[in-house]
C-alpha cells in the first residue's frame, strides 16, 4: 500500500525566512498535489504535478517534483504571516477497477510568527 | 457555478446511531470521492464512485457504505457509529475516471460529525 511522508509535520518560522518541506512516497506515481488547509475549512489545491521535473510557482510557494527519487518540496520564501495554515501533499494510485484513490500525507502544520 | 456542496455541515450522534452525509458534485462531474479527517490528521480515502458504480474502496469496515444516484450526487452511510467515527467528512467530485488523464479534484466544505 502506498505510504506518503511529510516532513517536518510541524513548522515554526519567522517572517521573511524560507523553509522547505518534503514529500516522500513509496510506490510509482505521476500525479502529486498540494493543498493548503485552513482551521475547520475544507481544502485549497495549491498546486498539481503531474510529470517528472514539474515545477509550479503561485506567489511565495514553488512545488517541484522529482517521480524518480519518489520525491516533492514545496519551498517558501520569505514567509508571511498568511501562509500559516496546515499543507498537505497527495498523491493518486490506480487500483485495477479503473479507478483512483488519493493517498494523502499526515499534513505540515506551518506557523509563521511576526 | 456551485461548487462541491455536502449536507449537513454539522452533525451530533450517539454511539450505536447511523447517520447519511450527502454530497451533490459540480455540475457535469460524474466521479464523486469521499474522506475522512480525524482531528490532526490528513484525509484518508473512503470510497470512490463513478456512473453510480464504486470504483475505489479504503480501509473502512463494512459499516460505512455509498451509493451515487443518477444525477451523480452521492450518500455516504455509517451505521453502528462509534466514537472513533467522529471527524470531518470531505467529499470531492471529479469530471472522469480514467486513470490516463489528469482530472482535477474539488473538495467541498465538509460535515463535522461528532459521536457522542
Known amino acids: 500500500e502506498l505510504k506518503v511522508e511529510q516532513n517536518p509535520l510541524f513548522l515554526s518560522m519567522q517572517e521573511g525566512k524560507n523553509y522547505t518541506i518534503y514529500c516522500n512516497y513509496s510506490?510509482?506515481?505521476?500525479?502529486l498535489y498540494w493543498y493548503r488547509q485552513d482551521p475547520g475549512k475544507s481544502l485549497e489545491s495549491l498546486f498539481v504535478l503531474l510529470s517528472n521535473g514539474a515545477v509550479k510557482q503561485e506567489g511565495r510557494l514553488m512545488a517541484s517534483l522529482d517521480t524518480k527519487a519518489r520525491l516533492s518540496t514545496l519551498h517558501i520564501t520569505a514567509a508571511v504571516h498568511d501562509l500559516s495554515a496546515t499543507y498537505f501533499c497527495?498523491?493518486?494510485?490506480?487500483?485495477?477497477?479503473?479507478?483512483?484513490?488519493?493517498?494523502f500525507g499526515a499534513g505540515t502544520r506551518l506557523f509563521v510568527k511576526a | 457555478d456551485a461548487g462541491v456542496t455536502q449536507s449537513p455541515t454539522h452533525l451530533i450522534k450517539t454511539r450505536g446511531q447511523h447517520v447519511t452525509l450527502r454530497c451533490s458534485p459540480i455540475?457535469?462531474?460524474?466521479?464523486v470521492s469521499w474522506y475522512q479527517q480525524v482531528l490532526g490528521q490528513g484525509p484518508q480515502f473512503i470510497f470512490q464512485?463513478?456512473?453510480?458504480?464504486?470504483?475505489g474502496r479504503g480501509n473502512f469496515p463494512d459499516r460505512f457504505s455509498a451509493r451515487q444516484f443518477p444525477n451523480y450526487s452521492s450518500e455516504l452511510n455509517v451505521n453502528a457509529l462509534l466514537l472513533g467515527d467522529s471527524a470531518l467528512y470531505l467529499c470531492?467530485?471529479?469530471?472522469?475516471?480514467?486513470?490516463?488523464?489528469?482530472?482535477?479534484?474539488?473538495f467541498g466544505p465538509g460535515t463535522r460529525l461528532t459521536v457522542l
Open positions: 455540475s457535469g462531474h460524474k466521479s
Open positions: 470531492a467530485s471529479s469530471l472522469f475516471l480514467a486513470s490516463s488523464s489528469y482530472n482535477e479534484q474539488f
Open positions: 497527495a498523491v493518486d494510485i490506480f487500483p485495477s477497477t479503473g479507478g483512483f484513490k488519493t493517498i
Open positions: 510506490t510509482t506515481s505521476d500525479r
Open positions: 464512485y463513478y456512473e453510480k458504480e464504486e470504483r
